[in-house]
């Protein structure tokens, strides 16, 4: 196969944020050209101001890298002609007709899964103040506890109480933050705190689609997912169920998490899974006299930020707040300033990472038409 074919057949695995389809199919990539370990690819928008287009950038550039055989792109960004913007909408019908989702979480929807081929760096404490600092925008934050083993959002959350089902559909917890909310599914919700599910990988992995798959998801504006530590069973699943979903990838400064952390990433990139960004937690410790202490070492995150090529979101100090948070059941960013770091991680979040949906309006109205039309031409038959 040429080298331009299969970098063809790579893209073929970039999805358009808002339409949930390939950006080969939907006829966005124009010419391509391969020379001398260089790369041209040619991307057509669906209008100029396309909010978008960043992200858009970034996931073909990421593709196009993975390939052994090429070093460097660049990319030619156009935008779709009237007759390429009509043969898009043929596209986009005819996919959402022969692929409709599986799930209830809207196709829209920023999904994040928060990662690290290690335990005990802060994956869940992230997860738990992301989404309320999210929640307290108006937005509701859908929150996954994909650890099964070792769940533990129900208390960080404080949201405690008995799953219910309607029309054969989980309904996950609901705790207002604010203007915004925090919906939640975790084993905490369904079996004892203290209580051990001797559980092998197929049961596991039963229970993280029915997690999605069985749950009324309907009505949110970003899902967190809570993983556990590796790239074993579980990550492979949501792979397979979630393949819109991005990674936010958590390590500490010390080599040995930045390591571990990197091989989590490549299980991202391996599964077409896009790696959004490195978020350093356990960043030091600055005493009261302003003297800092680095007990963990120091610069770890950003060092693996320019090994994977994407941002470092945030440097997370320890901060005992934190845990005493979790404890109770009252996530530290409630009690944190505007400017406070993880605020400032959820604000990087909402404008450039993965922006709402509300926030985004070069394929929306498209979208909506296609919903539409699918709509109409069901009731029709």
Not at 190 to 203: P, V
Not at 292 to 313: M, Y
Request: glycine share 10%.
């Amino acid at each position: 196969m040429q080298n331009s074919d299969r970098l063809r057949e790579r893209l073929s695995q970039v999805l358009d944020p808002e339409l949930g389809a390939s950006i080969v199919e939907l006829g966005m990539v124009g010419e391509i050209a391969v020379s001398d370990r260089r790369a041209v690819v040619h991307v057509s928008l669906t209008t100029v101001g396309c909010p978008l287009r960043a992200q858009i950038e970034r996931d073909v550039k990421e593709a196009v890298l993975s390939l052994d055989e090429i070093d460097t792109v660049d990319l030619v960004m156009g935008v779709l002609d009237a007759p390429a913007k009509a043969a898009l909408m043929r596209r986009a019908r005819s996919i959402a007709q022969r692929s409709a989702p599986s799930t209830s979480i809207p196709t829209h929807t920023p999904v994040l899964m928060i990662a690290s081929g290690k335990g005990g760096v802060g994956k869940s404490s992230i997860t738990a103040n992301l989404a309320v600092a999210i929640a307290e925008t108006g937005r509701c934050v859908g929150v996954l506890d994909a650890d099964i083993w070792g769940f533990s959002l129900s208390r960080l959350l404080g949201i405690h109480g008995d799953v219910e089902a309607t029309g054969g559909k989980m309904q996950p917890l609901e705790r207002r933050v604010g203007t915004g909310s925090i919906k939640l599914l975790s084993m905490g919700l369904l079996a004892d705190e203290d209580q051990a599910l001797l559980w092998r990988g197929l049961m596991v992995q039963k229970a993280v689609a029915q997690f999605i798959e069985d749950a009324d998801w309907s009505g949110i504006d970003y899902l967190l997912i809570d993983t556990p530590p590796g790239t074993g069973d579980i990550a492979m699943t949501l792979a397979r169920l979630l393949p819109q979903m991005g990674q936010l990838v958590v390590t500490t400064p010390t080599i040995a998490a930045q390591r571990v952390a990197a091989r989590a990433a490549d299980f991202a990139r391996k599964s077409n899974i896009r790696v959004l960004g490195v978020i350093e937690n356990m960043s030091g410790f600055t005493c009261r006299c302003g003297e800092r202490h680095n007990f963990f070492g120091e610069g770890g995150g950003r060092s693996l930020s320019e090994e994977l090529n994407v941002p470092l979101l945030a440097e997370i100090e320890l901060n005992a707040a934190i845990a005493e948070g979790g404890d109770h059941g009252e996530p530290a960013v409630l009690a944190e300033s505007d400017s406070g770091v993880l605020h400032r991680l959820a604000q990087r979040i909402l404008d450039d990472v993965a922006p709402p949906f509300g926030a985004i309006g070069c394929s929306a109205r498209m979208l909506d038409a296609i919903t539409k039309a699918v709509a109409s031409g069901t009731q029709s038959s």
